[in-house]
């Protein structure tokens, strides 16, 4: 019969043997990928983290005729405001962070990458979820931070932080 129909063993055994190789180092390639995903993911939360100062535009305050600061919005419009003193009571300095208090409580330790080590002392009507508020010394530089969206540590437990997702 014709030469045609001979099987050619060599010839479809190697395309076999490399689609198997082929598979196998996807397969690892893959493996390899989801696991340092996992790691990733247990390493480091994704936050917005955007920039704050003591200034009235930052914290929501005005100055009145009197010439004292007052809230400008909020239930608390028109009450007077302690200027850099924060929700939790303590003097906003470089590494006083703000944060939605249903995700990150009062004292919860967040390392932010280029800005550095904070604590949650303070909230914001804007900073919901997975959303932080990094104090600056002056608005320039708050603004110049801008907002980014950064893989932090979260040193506390933060029960409710999968809900904010
Ligand atoms: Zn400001």
């Known amino acids: 019969m014709s030469a045609r129909r001979k099987r050619k063993t060599p010839a479809r055994g190697w395309p ?16 390899m990928f989801k696991l340092v995903e996992a790691m990733d993911a247990r390493e480091g939360t994704m936050l917005l983290a955007t920039g704050y100062c003591n200034c009235g535009e930052c914290c929501g305050w005005t ?5 004292v600061a007052v809230y400008s919005y909020g239930e608390m419009k028109g009450r007077p405001k302690e200027i850099g003193r924060t929700s939790g009571g303590t003097i906003a ?44 010394p002056s608005h320039g ?3 110049r931070w801008g907002a980014r969206r950064v893989k932090c540590i979260v040193r ?7 809900k904010a997702r």
């Not at 100055?63 to 010439?67: I, N």
């Not at 804007?126 to 932080?132: L, Q, R």
């Open 156 to 162: 506390e437990p933060m029960p409710n932080a999968a």
């Open 16 to 31: 076999v043997a490399a689609a198997g190789v082929f598979l196998a180092v996807f397969c690892f390639w893959y493996a």
């Open 93 to 136: 300095k470089h590494g006083t962070i703000a944060a939605d208090p249903a995700v990150f409580p009062h004292g919860t330790v967040i390392r932010v990458p280029g800005y550095g080590e904070g604590v949650v002392e303070d909230v914001g009507g804007a900073i919901k979820g997975n959303h932080i508020d990094l104090w600056f």
């Open 63 to 67: 100055r009145g005729e009197d010439g």
């Open 141 to 143: 530089a708050a603004k």
